[in-house]
Nanobody, 121 residues
């Protein structure tokens, strides 16, 4: 079993920054990919950024140049640095883990509980 716990969400004004963290515990040896997804009410959950075990990354076009995904393997922690935040970035952000490099939701069997990010104008 794998457990993921997000933190770092909150309220920030447009143009500001937040850093989300996700601590992973349990059996992690088989995990190849970690990612951040977000969802707003009434819309589908969407991929934000993913990172593979080799450090390869992929970002949604909407966040390229503003968000950075990273991980600290020694701390079993995934991060999402969010800069130049926009109102449309407001969402519940979820940490996820999977066994292959992917942006598909169904390739991520393990999910955190979500952390709320609210960006105000």
């Amino acid at each position: 079993q794998v457990q993921l716990v997000e933190s770092g969400g909150g309220s920030v004004q447009a143009g500001g920054s937040l850093r989300l963290s996700c601590v992973v515990s349990g059996y992690t040896n088989s995990l190849y990919c970690m990612g951040w997804f977000r969802q707003v009410p009434g819309k589908e959950r969407e991929g934000v950024a993913v990172i593979g075990s080799d450090g390869s990354t992929s970002y949604a076009d909407s966040v390229k140049g503003r968000f950075t995904i990273s991980k600290d393997n020694a701390k079993n922690t995934l991060y999402l640095q969010m800069n130049s935040l926009k109102v449309e970035d407001s969402a519940t952000y979820y940490c996820a883990a999977g066994r292959r490099f992917s942006v598909r939701l169904d390739d991520f069997p393990y999910w955190g509980q979500g952390t709320q990010v609210t960006v105000s104008s």
